[in-house]
């Protein structure tokens, strides 16, 4: 579980505040669905519940710990393994469609054919067996958002904070997208799932829906 706790923040230079005052709980086996109109701080929020942005003000707790930035080191260390963000824009590495999903099992020391199953079991989830073998280069951006998910999906974290996830991604996609992140949820993780529209997100039937506006939560239901 991923608290924030009276959370305010700014960017570096900035003048205003992009988060203001936020309160909010991240839970295991729980979507949420985060909206809210262009640059009213989804992505900023996100980024903060992920542990990749400190707060300027209040805290992030995680499992009911104390503020996990006043403990820092290896407790960031160990709570980022547990929580994912995944971009819009997703930065691939080199190589393959199958070296993408690979790369963060292959960090976390699973045997090779360990990696195989793991990569092949959520390829086929997701619906892109058959592009394992492609070079990312030529991926179009629906695709490259669909791997990004599969190489996040692959490392099983506790939380997934997914932004504007079916942005680029097709109709014809989408469902099956969709139905592999409520298995994912099935198997007890938590989604959060940024979006400025609401198309598409009805069918995943969200537990909890958190509208921010300027940076403020307004709502809950
Ligand atoms: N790296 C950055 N530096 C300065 N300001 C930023 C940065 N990223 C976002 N912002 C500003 O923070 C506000 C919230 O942005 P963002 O969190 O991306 O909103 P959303 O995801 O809802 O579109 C916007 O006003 C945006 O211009
Ligand atoms: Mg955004």
Do not use: C
């Not at 892109?128 to 030529?138: A, S, T």
């Not at 958002?145 to 991604?169: H, K």
Request: charged share 30%.
């Amino acid at each position: 579980m991923i608290k924030l706790v009276n959370v305010w923040f700014k960017y570096v230079g900035g003048r205003e505040w992009v988060l203001k005052d936020v309160n909010l709980e991240f839970r295991r086996g729980e979507v949420v669905v985060l909206r809210g109109p262009n640059a009213s701080g989804k992505t900023t929020l996100m980024k903060v519940a992920s542990l990749i942005y400190k707060p300027s003000k209040g805290s992030v707790v995680v499992n009911d710990d104390m503020d996990v930035w006043s403990r820092g080191g290896d407790y960031l260390v160990k709570y980022r393994r547990m929580v994912t963000y995944v971009s819009e824009k997703p930065v691939m590495f080199k190589g393959t469609v199958y070296d993408n999903i690979a790369y963060g099992l292959t960090l976390r020391n699973y045997s090779l054919s360990e990696v195989e199953r793991r990569v092949y079991e959520v390829s086929r989830k997701l619906g892109i067996e058959h592009m394992l073998d492609k070079d990312v280069k030529v991926l179009s951006a629906g695709e490259k958002q669909v791997v990004s998910l599969a190489r996040a999906l692959v490392l099983t974290p506790a939380i997934m904070f997914l932004d504007e996830p079916l942005t680029n991604v097709d109709e014809d996609r989408r469902k099956t997208v969709i139905n592999a992140l409520k298995e994912f949820k099935s198997l007890g993780s938590g989604l959060v799932i940024a979006t400025h529209l609401y198309e598409g997100l009805d069918e995943i039937n969200p537990d909890k829906v958190v509208i921010l506006k300027n940076g403020v939560v307004v709502k809950i239901t």
